[in-house]
C-alpha cells in the first residue's frame, strides 16, 4: 500500500494544483458553473472528495475506504471535466473556447486534468485491490 499512497500523494497535490490554475481561467475567462450542482460538484467531488481520500490513505484502518474515494472522486470527475470541457458544446468546452489570454492556461489545464483524474482513478482502483498490509508496508 505504500506505493499507492506515494503515488496518490503526487497525483493529489497536482491535482490540487492544476485545479486551482483552471479555476483561475475559468474566472479570468468569465466561465463560471451554471449551476449550484455545478458548485457543489466542483468543490466537494473535484476538489475536497480527493484530499479527504489521501489523508484516508494514510490511515491503516482507513486506507480501503481511502482508495474507494479516491477512485470515485476522481472518476467523477474525470466523467465531469470530459463533459463539460471536450463533449458539450458552449463556453465550457476547451477546445471551442473564445480567443483570449486565458485560452491555453484553461485548455491546457482541462487536458492536465483529465490526465490526473484518470491516474487517480487507476491509483484508487490499485488501492482497493492492493493485498499488501499497509503497516507491513509501512516498514519496508
Known amino acids: 500500500m505504500r506505493k499507492v499512497v506515494l503515488a496518490a500523494t503526487w497525483v493529489v497535490m497536482l491535482h490540487v494544483l492544476v485545479t486551482i490554475l483552471h479555476a483561475v481561467a475559468h474566472f479570468g475567462a468569465h466561465v463560471l458553473p451554471a449551476s449550484f450542482f ?12 480527493a484530499v479527504v481520500a489521501f489523508f484516508l490513505l494514510k490511515n491503516a484502518h482507513l486506507s480501503r ?25 458552449g463556453a465550457d468546452n476547451a477546445t471551442h473556447m473564445s480567443q483570449g489570454v ?27 485491490f492492493v493485498r499488501e498490509d499497509y503497516k507491513t508496508a509501512m516498514h519496508h
Do not use: C, K, R
Not at 474507494?68 to 471536450?86: I, K, P, Q, R
Open 38 to 49: 455545478d458548485y457543489a460538484f466542483i468543490v466537494v467531488v473535484i476538489f475536497s472528495a
Open 102 to 128: 486565458w485560452q491555453l492556461l484553461f485548455l491546457v489545464t482541462s487536458y492536465l486534468l483529465l490526465i490526473l483524474e484518470a491516474a487517480g482513478s487507476g491509483i484508487g482502483l490499485w488501492g482497493l
Open 65 to 89: 475506504l481511502g482508495a474507494l474515494l479516491l477512485f470515485l472522486s476522481m472518476f467523477g470527475a474525470l466523467l465531469y471535466g470530459l463533459v463539460n470541457h471536450f463533449l458539450l458544446p
